[in-house]
């Protein structure tokens, strides 16, 4: 039950984390379907970040931790930077956000295999970095508690979750936060108010990015050392999904995030994932083709879009450009 709940939070985190990054875009007025190449972006940055300080011999073993949090911060700067040409292009060009955020994507991974080609001269194994837990005892009994907080356990994803809680407490409970979502629900009546539009909206995005580069690292150094292939298994649309699911609003997304945790948990654990602790690994021995596993996180993606999506609130101005001059 440990071993469940500890990895369905290791898929589960990520995605709440960049389903939030798109709440702040969306929220703001900025469609974000370039969420999944910020992943990407933010990944390789992060494991970048790592490497470069290994080989420097920079931090010791034992300042492992330390190293892994600097490596989200680099993750989440160059994620907001990133984010900027989708800024840019939404907010000063005015330009379509769903063919801003598509070509961001398709930038994305392009641009990073072509950097890992420039770097490591086509040697993708040198992007591929060992996670670092909180060092406990691997073979040590902490209980059942203990077991759950602090074996096997990342101190990412209790940085995600912090700033999930601290992130979703600004957007609703803080002056900002009320300014942010009424750009996104009427930018004139803002404006009329003082507000600043297409700051709010810069902000929005930023933070969207920032976000979702934390969240990219945070599932390369989690779950799949994704920095050397430039993909991200579709995780950022899985986000997005997930968004649409929690209906914009923070708590349901997390629920939604576990949910969908869980259902990519067993895809990728299934043959050793052990339920009832009796030594039986049920999901591989029942003769379900993996392929249906592997399937299991996107088409419940589906299912629970096609019941849920019709009910889902739309922020009112989501994807349209805000021109001061017209009403």
Avoid at 248 to 266: E, N, S
Wanted: hydrophobic share 50%; with cysteine.
């Amino acid at each position: 039950m440990v071993f469940l709940i500890q990895q369905t939070m290791l898929y589960a985190v990520p995605l709440m984390i960049v389903a939030l990054a798109g709440i702040f875009a969306e929220r703001s007025g900025v469609i974000n379907l370039a969420l999944e190449g910020i992943m990407i972006f933010g990944a390789f940055i992060g494991v970048l970040f790592v490497r470069i300080m290994q080989e420097n011999q920079v931090f010791t073993q034992e300042q492992g931790q330390l190293l892994m949090l600097l490596a989200l911060i680099a993750a989440s700067i160059f994620g907001a930077i990133f984010s900027l040409l989708l800024s840019f292009s939404a907010i000063n060009l005015k330009a379509d956000q769903t063919i801003g955020g598509t070509a961001l994507n398709m930038l994305a991974p392009a641009l990073v295999l072509f950097l890992i080609n420039l770097i490591s001269q086509q040697n993708a194994g040198w992007f591929m970095i060992k996670p670092s837990t909180f060092g406990l005892p691997r073979d040590h009994d902490f209980g059942f508690i203990g077991n759950l907080l602090l074996n096997k356990v990342y101190l990412t994803t209790y940085i995600c979750l912090a700033v999930f809680v601290i992130l979703s407490i600004i957007l609703y409970k803080t002056k900002f936060g009320l300014r942010l979502r009424s750009c996104g629900e009427n930018p004139h009546a803002a404006d009329s108010l003082g507000i600043n539009v297409y700051k709010m909206r810069y902000a929005g995005v930023t933070i969207s990015g920032a976000l979702a580069g934390m969240g990219g690292f945070t599932y390369a150094l989690t779950t799949a050392n994704c920095a050397s292939t430039g993909e991200v298994a579709g995780y950022g649309f899985l986000a997005l999904a997930v968004m649409i699911f929690g209906n914009w609003k923070p708590l349901t997304v997390a629920l939604g995030g576990i949910l969908f945790g869980l259902f990519k948990c067993i895809s990728a654990t299934y043959t050793s994932l052990d339920i009832n602790g009796d030594g039986v690994y049920m999901l591989a021995e029942i003769g379900v083709s993996p392929y249906v596993y592997r399937l299991l996180p996107y088409l419940i993606t589906l299912i629970v879009l096609a019941f849920t999506s019709k009910n889902s609130r739309v922020p009112k101005a989501e994807g349209i450009p805000y021109d001061k001059g017209q009403r």
